[in-house]
């Protein structure tokens, strides 16, 4: 059975994610511990606010509201980022022939990375939240994967299409705050009239923030359609951004 080392290339994407952690708090006296500052005093700002300040007619809604922005976290940094990948890679890549798909794989993992710093937060102040362990807790790695795959499909739509137009980056961080107030973080949908309901569950978020409140906040297992709506969305978006990708990379090296 070979280690993780013998597997090609992974030394590569070891490296490319090592150095933007290291690049990232360079001469910072504290490092790493610096990715903790942010989710901490979100999550703590949530609490009091809507827990002694402003409290809110559901008991929950501070968990809730953490559960979805955590998440929605994740998807933010990383379209963004995407942008990016490759044409901050355009040295590297033009230099040494290896599979370019590697630059999303590495870009992802390095926000990935600082993400489990913050769900180690989330983790550690879920009580304080008001959350309890659940047995619906065991199907979270079965919605965060095809999230995961959604995003990954995203990165690689976004890598390419900065290369070719090069607006798109900003067009993606004017799009994104919209794209968070139609997502159910702030509120839930059932308090969305049916018909307004129908345009949202156009928004290829919305049933991995529903699945991942009902996971966390309600104790519950997400129902078959959501399932079969997450799994198909998953891989939909893999498709599309992969076959872009690798039908376009290779010909944009010239202009990066």
């Not at 067009?171 to 307004?196: G, M, R």
Request: proline share 5%; charged share 10%; glycine share 6%.
């Amino acid at each position: 059975m070979k280690s993780l080392r013998e597997i090609p290339y992974v030394d590569l994407v070891f490296n490319l994610v090592h150095k933007e952690i290291r690049t990232r708090y360079f001469g910072a006296a504290l490092g790493f511990a610096w990715s903790l500052g942010s989710p901490l005093i979100n999550t703590l700002t949530y609490w009091v606010v809507f827990t002694w300040i402003f409290p809110n007619k559901n008991p929950n809604f501070a968990l809730y509201l953490v559960t979805g922005n955590l998440h929605w976290m994740l998807f933010t940094q990383i379209s963004s980022n995407s942008c990016e990948l490759l044409t901050g890679a355009g040295g590297l890549i033009k230099k040494i022939r290896f599979p370019r798909v590697l630059i999303i794989a590495s870009g992802l993992l390095t926000t990935f990375t600082f993400w489990l710093s913050a769900f180690a937060i989330y983790m550690v102040l879920y009580p304080l939240l008001g959350g309890t362990f659940s047995m619906a807790w065991w199907t979270y790695p079965l919605v965060l994967l095809p999230y995961l795959i959604f995003i990954c499909g995203v990165a690689m739509f976004l890598s390419i299409g900065h290369v070719l137009f090069r607006d798109l980056k900003h067009i993606v961080d004017v799009v994104l705050p919209l794209l968070f107030w139609l997502t159910p973080i702030v509120w839930h949908v059932d308090l969305i009239h049916s018909d307004k309901m129908f345009l949202l569950n156009f928004n290829p978020l919305l049933p991995f923030i529903q699945s991942f409140s009902q996971i966390f906040v309600y104790g519950e297992i997400p129902a078959l359609h959501m399932w079969v709506k997450i799994y198909v969305i998953a891989f939909a978006s893999l498709a599309v951004g992969g076959y872009l990708f690798r039908s376009k990379v290779n010909k944009l090296v010239e202009i990066l």
